[in-house]
């Protein structure tokens, strides 16, 4: 697949050179868009519009679905106004190599638009070459099989969710392509060809439905502040170098990662750090890290050539063994098996968690991201000590209340009395899908209940002060129907009437 996408690439490039020349930039748009005064009619042809003005152009895609196989290789911005849907027609050929949405150079820009995968065997749904990128991209397919959701190559950058069910990859990653604040899930999330250069995923949430969960076939792989998740019953190893073949380069280092397992099962191997062929050598590192749920089957080192396995500051829960045959070596330091004690969401480390303020000391190293999973400051400190990293993909969030200072040794004095007045709340709104914003009329403990339909309810308790507050949300609010309740709590213990508000967001 991926020699085919780069020669239908490079010969779109050598066209692109010919017609190039000085131009203003400009929208071009489909039917469909609201205040567009010359729309082009369907997508390509606002794209073949766009490709004869050469300059830094947008293409403005209309409401509803659009059917077909799309190409750009310009400097064009395609935006998908509201409920705007490509959907891929089936494949043009048997091998499936021809991708719904197929953009090529550093100025092809997609962003806030959804990709449908037809219904059917090998769909590809989204290509991205020579630096070409997505932003708030959606792609899912629920009657796909063996279907790739976006295909990145030559420095290629994702960004959006791909939902994909099982027998379906969700992104196959190449030289110099990164994932970046996205969320992927398909029967195998994420499949790496790096040849002799290398991958970055970061800010991610990774799962897989029935097959490994992130498999490097070859380069160097970079995985920070991420979600692995092989907790599905189906799901095989969640992190695997094992490729039936042999490269020159084959590496991963994980940082700040937390990889989930679904129990003991002879099929499903946490870290699978493993090389093919005798004349290959492997080398896995893992740092301020967490994996957990694998019973015995947590860590391996194992191949027929040279496998280097890597452990410094990592908490395997439950204590297991790595399991080791043939050539190399491991090395340890600092590894636990201490029970991480997760929030109810199951990769939070909640208040008490041995993985708080476990990290690496120090600051953090050069180009490393500065936000966890939840987009929160990677370094904090969890109460009144130095700030220093946790383990795993997000950092919790705390506050220091510092000791009172020692008073004399002087007779109690009773509490004042007539405080009788409950706190108020009032104007109670949730702001950007991130906060939780109210006025209290004084200081008060407060409650906040966040409920969205058919989900568990997030619950926030503060100690605040009087007259506008507002809450920080870990991260945005779904869309959807919610059910917000704050109730306060003063110093004398006078109970707020409960403030109420239901929202749609």
Same mark, same amino acid.
């Given at each position: 697949?991926?020699?085919?996408?780069?020669?239908?690439a490079?010969?779109?490039?050598?066209? %692109?050179?010919?017609t190039?020349?000085?131009?203003a930039?400009?929208?071009f748009c489909?039917?469909?868009?609201a205040?567009?005064d /010359?729309?082009?009619g369907?997508?390509?042809?606002?794209?073949?519009?766009?490709?004869?003005?050469?300059?830094?152009?947008?293409?403005?895609?209309?409401?509803?679905?659009?059917?077909?196989?799309?190409?750009?290789?310009d400097? +064009?911005?395609?935006?998908?106004?509201?409920?705007?849907?490509?959907?891929?027609?089936?494949?043009l050929?048997?091998a499936?190599?021809?991708?719904?949405?197929?953009?090529v150079?550093?100025?092809?820009?997609v962003?806030?638009?959804?990709?449908?995968?037809?219904a059917?065997?090998?769909?590809?749904?989204?290509?991205?070459?020579?630096?070409a990128s997505?932003e708030?991209?959606k792609?899912?397919g629920?009657?796909?099989?063996?279907?790739?959701?976006?295909?990145l190559?030559?420095?290629?950058?994702f960004?959006?969710?791909?939902?994909l069910?099982?027998?379906?990859? !969700?992104?196959?990653?190449? +030289?110099?392509?990164s994932?970046?604040?996205?969320?992927?899930?398909?029967?195998?999330?994420?499949?790496?060809q790096?040849?002799?250069?290398?991958?970055?995923?970061? *800010?991610?949430?990774?799962?897989?439905?029935?097959?490994?969960?992130?498999?490097?076939?070859?380069?160097?792989?970079?995985?920070?502040? %991420?979600?692995?998740?092989? *907790?599905a019953?189906?799901?095989?190893?969640?992190i695997?170098?094992?490729?039936? /073949?042999?490269?020159?380069?084959?590496?991963?280092?994980? *940082?700040?990662?937390?990889?989930?397992?679904?129990?003991?099962?002879p099929?499903s +191997?946490?870290?699978?750090? $493993?090389?093919?062929?005798?004349g290959?050598?492997v080398r896995?590192?893992?740092?301020d890290?967490?994996v957990?749920?694998?019973? /015995?089957?947590?860590?391996?080192?194992?191949?027929t050539?040279?496998?280097?396995?890597?452990?410094?500051r990592?908490?395997?829960?439950?204590?297991?063994?790595?399991?080791?045959?043939?050539a190399?070596?491991?090395?340890?330091?600092?590894?636990?098996?201490?029970? &991480? !004690?997760?929030a109810?969401?199951g990769?939070?480390?909640?208040?008490?968690s041995p993985?708080?303020?476990a990290?690496?000391?120090?600051?953090?190293?050069?180009g490393?991201? &500065?936000?966890?999973?939840?987009?929160?400051p990677?370094?904090?400190?969890?109460?009144?000590g130095?700030?220093?990293?946790?383990?795993?993909?997000?950092?919790?969030?705390?506050?220091?209340?510092?000791?009172?200072?020692?008073q &004399?040794?002087?007779?109690?004095?009773? &509490?004042?009395?007539?405080?009788?007045?409950?706190?108020?709340?009032? $104007?109670?709104?949730i702001?950007?899908?991130?906060?939780?914003?109210?006025k209290?009329?004084?200081?008060?403990?407060?409650?906040? *209940?966040?409920?969205?339909s058919? $989900?568990?309810?997030? +619950?926030?308790?503060?100690?605040?002060k009087?007259?506008?507050?507002?809450?920080?949300?870990?991260?945005?609010?779904?869309?959807g129907?919610?059910?917000?309740?704050?109730?306060?709590?003063?110093?004398?213990?006078?109970?707020?009437a409960?403030?109420?508000?239901?929202?749609?967001?």
């Open positions: 697949m991926l020699p085919r996408l780069r020669s239908i490079l010969a779109a490039l050598a066209a %692109a050179a010919l190039a020349g000085p131009a930039a400009k929208d489909t039917l469909g868009v205040g567009c /010359s729309p082009s369907g997508v390509q042809q606002a794209l073949d519009a766009a490709k004869s003005n050469p300059g830094p152009d947008r293409v403005l895609i209309g409401g509803g679905a659009w059917n077909g196989h799309f190409f750009v290789a400097d +064009v911005t395609i935006e998908g106004t509201p409920q705007a849907m490509l959907t891929s027609q089936p494949p050929d048997p499936g190599a021809t991708p719904g949405l197929y953009l150079g550093p100025g092809a820009v962003r806030n638009i959804r990709i449908a995968l037809p059917g065997n090998g769909a590809r749904g989204l290509a991205l070459q020579n630096g997505a708030n991209v792609v899912d629920a009657n796909a099989t063996d279907a790739t959701g976006a295909t190559l030559d420095g290629a950058r960004s959006g969710e791909i939902d069910p099982p027998t379906n990859t !969700g992104a196959v990653a190449g +030289v110099g392509s994932v970046i604040d996205a969320r992927i899930a398909a029967g195998r999330a994420l499949h790496v790096a040849g002799d250069g290398g991958a970055l995923v970061r *800010r991610s949430t990774l799962v897989g439905r029935d097959a490994d969960v992130v498999s490097a076939e070859s380069g160097a792989l970079t995985i920070e502040d %991420a979600l692995v998740d092989a *907790r019953p189906g799901a095989a190893d969640a695997t170098t094992y490729a039936l /073949s042999q490269t020159p380069k084959h590496t991963i280092d994980l *940082r700040n990662v937390t990889v989930l397992g679904h129990g003991d099962d099929k +191997v946490g870290v699978d750090a $493993r090389s093919f062929d005798a290959e050598t896995v590192e893992v740092r890290s967490v957990s749920g694998f019973g /015995s089957r947590a860590l391996s080192r194992t191949g050539g040279t496998t280097i396995l890597s452990l410094d990592v908490d395997v829960s439950p204590a297991s063994a790595v399991n080791e045959s043939g190399g070596w491991l090395t340890s330091s600092d590894v636990t098996d201490a029970d &991480p !004690g997760f109810a969401d990769f939070t480390p909640a208040a008490g993985l708080i303020d990290g690496t000391p120090g600051p953090l190293d050069s490393e991201s &500065p936000l966890d999973l939840a987009g929160n990677r370094i904090v400190a969890f109460g009144c130095e700030p220093r990293r946790d383990l795993g993909a997000v950092e919790a969030v705390g506050s220091c209340v510092a000791p009172a200072p020692a &004399p040794n002087v007779a109690p004095q009773p &509490p004042a009395a007539g405080d009788t007045a409950a706190p108020l709340v009032t $104007r109670l709104r702001a950007h899908r991130r906060a939780v914003r109210f209290l009329s004084e200081a008060a403990r407060v409650t906040v *209940r966040i409920k969205r058919h $989900r568990k309810a997030l +619950v926030l308790r503060r100690a605040v009087g007259g506008s507050v507002s809450l920080k949300l870990k991260r945005a609010l779904r869309h129907r919610y059910a917000i309740r704050v109730i306060a709590v003063d110093g004398a213990g006078n109970r707020s409960p403030a109420l508000l239901r929202k749609r967001v």
